[in-house]
């Protein structure tokens, strides 16, 4: 499995995530892919990390599709991104909720099974 990690993601980094999977599954066709970030910069739904089904964006949506990779996107911190605040400081600070977490252990542990 591979698992690109990542403050933030928008939709160049997402191309070269892409790109690289690419590659990699070039060597290793069923690897799984996930992408883990503390917070999304990808527009449509990714940052609603509480619902139950994440839609995403149509941007991404057009960039995945040129893409033969399965990406699992996983979010940690709720809310869009906002470039002007820097999340390294205290005042911009957003709180990890232990059901965040929990959400992408669940993801990562259904991604595993099959290995187990």
Sequence with gaps: MGVECKAYTENAMLKRILVDFTLLRSK??????????????????????DKKIIFGSHSSHTIMSHFDVDLNIMTLLK?????????????????????????VINTLKKLLKEYK
């Excluded at 290793?28 to 917070?39: H, T």
């Excluded at 005042?91 to 965040?100: I, Q, S, T």
């Design 79 to 103: 809310g869009e991104r906002k470039i002007k605040e820097p999340i390294h400081k205290p005042g911009y600070y957003k709180p990890l909720l232990p059901e965040n977490a929990e959400k």
């Design 28 to 49: 290793f066709p069923n690897l799984k892919c996930g992408l883990l970030q503390l917070e999304s910069q990808l527009t449509g739904d990714y940052s609603e990390i």
